[in-house]
């Protein structure tokens, strides 16, 4: 059984571009949730995707948008980056929203 | 909204030393209560939970109890070791929400020093 997986590992970025994280869901699993980890915080909820719909959002600003793909795999798009969106960012999959099993993250450094 | 509180850190602990890592929450209707680990530079583990009131959950010979009167899940283990170095995080979930999203506290960095 493959875990949760994400893609880039390290990214540096500078500000007002644009990023594309990626995120493979566990086998099974048809949710993805995605959060907001900043340096010596807890993680943030951005939003979730049930079955490729938005089932829920966070206190995050329009310009965080997300996909889920038929084959429940997610994508997290940041538009116009900021300073303060550097952060670990992580995704966790879980099977009709029950228990959330995360990837490793994909560290965000905004220059 | 939903929140959580738990002890600020770091804790630093002998090897074989009785862990107790307080966490309180507030929330609208019956969430799921969890402990999250993560080992430096991974993801997070989940490490335990608790459903309902009064349910236990245990693991790696970490426990932690949910008490509905006093709205609170205090991480506990009686011996730690030098692995269990790491930053702990209470988190709960609330179905009221109509999805599962996890709303965390802020950490606690736990070392143990042998």
């Known amino acids: 059984e493959t875990g949760v997986t994400q893609s880039p590992t390290h990214l540096i970025k500078t500000r007002g571009q644009q990023v594309t994280l990626r995120c493979s869901s566990q086998s099974g699993h048809n949710t993805v949730s995605w959060y907001q980890q900043a340096l010596g915080q807890g993680p943030q909820f951005i939003f979730q995707y049930y079955r490729e719909e938005e089932n829920g959002r966070g206190n995050f600003p329009p310009r965080f948008s997300g996909l889920q793909f038929p084959n429940y795999s997610s994508e997290l798009n940041v538009n116009a980056l900021e300073l303060d969106d550097s952060a670990l960012y992580l995704c966790a999959s879980s099977l009709d929203g029950a228990e959330q099993y995360f990837g490793p993250g994909t560290r965000l450094t905004v220059t | 909204g939903d929140s959580v509180t738990q002890m600020e850190g770091p804790v630093t602990l002998s090897e074989e030393a009785f862990l107790t890592i307080n966490c309180t929450y507030t929330?609208?209707?019956?969430?799921?209560l969890f402990w999250y680990v993560q080992y430096p530079g991974e993801g997070l583990q989940l490490l335990l939970k608790?459903?309902?009131?009064?349910d236990k959950g245990s693991n790696k010979g970490f426990e932690a109890t949910y008490r509905k009167e006093t709205t609170s899940f205090h991480l506990e283990k009686g011996s730690v070791q030098v692995s269990d170095s790491a930053v702990y995080f209470c988190a709960l979930s609330d179905r009221a929400f109509g999805n599962e999203k996890l709303t965390f506290g802020t950490g606690t960095r736990l070392t143990i020093i042998p």
């Open positions: 608790a459903t309902k009131a009064d």
């Open positions: 929330a609208t209707g019956y969430p799921s």
